[in-house]
């Protein structure tokens, strides 16, 4: 069985920084993408950044500049470092993954149970 558990969320004031991790856990094989979503109260959950097993990254157009995506392949985990952090970053981040547990077997999507980021003005 696979998890995704996240750590590194928390309070800080506009302009400060936080670092969010995501490790995953369970008989797995290989990754296609890691990455990271969040959704404020109200809204849809949106894509924040993925990276891919080979290395690219992708942001959505509001954190570009400001975040960081990276991972570790050997330990299946994935970072987001968040700097420059606005209120309106305010959200409960959850982490994604595409995992497949075998050769023979098909990519299948994972989440983490989230982690609460607010930012205060």
Known sequence: QVQLVESGG??????GSLRLSCAASGS??????MGWYRQAPGKQREVVAHITSGGSTVYVDS????FI???????TTVYLQMNSLKPEDTAVYY?????????????KNYWGQGTQVTVSS
């Open 10 to 15: 928390g309070l800080v004031q506009a302009g």
């Open 28 to 33: 797995i094989f290989s990754f296609n993408t």
């Open 63 to 66: 954190v570009k500049g400001r």
């Open 69 to 75: 995506i990276s991972g570790d392949n050997a330990k």
């Open 95 to 107: 982490c994604n993954a595409e995992f497949r547990l075998g050769p023979l077997v098909g990519y």
